[in-house]
Every structure is written in structure tokens, then in C-alpha cells.
């Protein structure tokens, strides 16, 4: 019973190069979520898909794209990646968008931004 | 601005005694509380939630207790376990817009034998 899955777990980039995080969930939920964490700090909201075929930005959107790919998948795109966008991000998926439907997250991926 | 508040960054208890996190919130519109347990290297795990029509929700040693009035929710975890060692995230939403969780920046619990 995988959950939901990231990959890669670790990645470091050079400033101004490109990557996708990928994330995928076998649990038939219709909303996913990019978080990103930085130190001493909580989760923030990038992006979200309420369900298949929809993206909407979240608290932290700028410098990231998102791609609902279908509704298991849910990519986050660095188009030029910055030093500080070095995170860890998580991703996470729920049966919907109201608030007694708790968020599920992956493991996370380790970004760093030299 | 943090909506969402743990003012405690660590908290140290011993085996088989009570553990208690503290979360303050300022958003008088929220209306729906979790809690999530994560451990290093690993993702958040949902541990319980707590609807604003309720001043109380149990799940085996776990327990929030929400108090409105005061803007404040607490986890107790009785009795605490080594296993228990973690840091807690507080997060609380409007219910009609749960995509948008507020999270506090955590609470690292160490539970000593």
C-alpha cells in the first residue's frame, strides 16, 4: 500500500537549471497538493489540483508550474531554479477540498540550489 | 502573517506519562483542526482532527481538546511512548476550503524512557 510517492527523494541543482518532481497516489483521491518546507518553518501551499484537469495557485506559486498529468499524477516544474527554492517539498493528496477530508503526504524530496 | 501558532518548539516527557501540544489561531474563521505526527525523513502522517462543533475528539491516546473562545486547541497524548518522539504539526482550515491548510511551524516532542 504505497500512499503516495515522490520522486526523486534527493536532487541538487545548479542555479538556472530545470526539473520535474514527480508524485503519484494509488489511493483514487480527486485533489493533490504541492507543499514546500523550509526550516523552522510549517508547510507552505504551492500549487493544488481539486481534481482532475484543474490547478490553482497556493500561498508560494511563483517560480513553479504544476501539471495534473491524470488523476493519480501531479508534477511540480522548476522552469529556472533559484537558491531559494531550495526546500524540501512534499507532496499530498485527499479525497476532496473540504476540511474533514484530512491531506495525505509523501516522504518528500530533498531540492538543493547551488 | 502566521495564522497558525505553536509557541513551544520542543517539549521533553517521560514514558508513560501525559504529553501536551499547544496551537493557537488567530483566523476566527477557521473551523476544522488537525493534527499531523512527522517523523525525520518521512512525510506528515494525519494523526486527528477536530471539527469547530466540537470541544473534544478522542482516538485511542490521543486527544484535542478545542476551545474557541480562546483561539487554542491542544493534543494530548496520555500515555506518551518513545515511539511518540516527533514533531507535531497543528493546521486548521475553513471547512469549505480544506485545500488551504494553515500549518504551525511545529512542536518537536522527545519522549524519555
Known amino acids: 500500500n504505497a500512499g503516495v510517492t515522490q520522486t526523486p527523494k534527493f536532487q541538487v541543482l545548479k542555479t538556472g537549471q530545470s526539473m520535474t518532481l514527480q508524485c503519484a497516489q494509488d489511493?483514487?483521491?480527486?485533489?493533490m497538493y504541492w507543499y514546500r518546507q523550509d526550516p523552522g518553518m510549517g508547510l507552505r501551499l504551492i500549487y493544488y489540483s481539486a481534481s482532475e484537469g484543474t490547478t490553482d495557485k497556493g500561498e508560494v506559486p511563483n517560480g513553479y508550474n504544476v501539471s495534473r498529468l491524470n488523476k493519480r499524477e501531479f508534477s511540480l516544474r522548476l522552469e529556472s531554479a533559484a537558491p531559494s527554492q531550495t526546500s524540501v517539498y512534499f507532496c499530498?493528496?485527499?479525497?476532496?477540498?473540504?476540511?474533514?477530508?484530512?491531506?495525505?503526504f509523501g516522504d518528500g524530496t530533498r531540492l538543493s540550489i547551488l | 502573517d502566521q495564522q497558525v501558532k505553536q509557541n513551544s518548539p520542543s517539549l521533553s516527557v517521560q514514558e508513560g506519562r501525559i504529553s501536551i501540544l499547544n496551537c493557537d489561531y488567530t483566523?476566527?474563521?477557521?473551523?476544522?483542526f488537525l493534527w499531523y505526527k512527522k517523523y525525520p525523513a518521512e512525510g506528515p502522517t494525519f494523526l486527528i482532527s477536530?471539527?469547530?462543533?466540537?470541544d473534544k475528539n478522542e482516538d485511542g491516546r490521543f486527544t484535542v481538546f478545542l476551545n474557541k473562545s480562546a483561539k487554542h486547541l491542544s493534543l494530548h497524548i496520555v500515555p506518551s511512548q518513545p515511539g511518540d518522539s516527533a514533531v507535531y504539526f497543528c493546521a486548521a482550515s475553513k471547512s469549505n476550503s480544506g485545500y488551504a491548510l494553515n500549518f504551525g511551524k511545529g512542536t518537536s516532542l522527545l519522549v524519555t524512557p
Open positions: 489511493m483514487n483521491h480527486n485533489s
Open positions: 477536530i471539527s469547530s462543533i466540537k
Open positions: 483566523n476566527s474563521m477557521f473551523d476544522y
Open positions: 499530498a493528496s485527499s479525497v476532496g477540498v473540504r476540511g474533514n477530508q484530512p491531506q495525505h
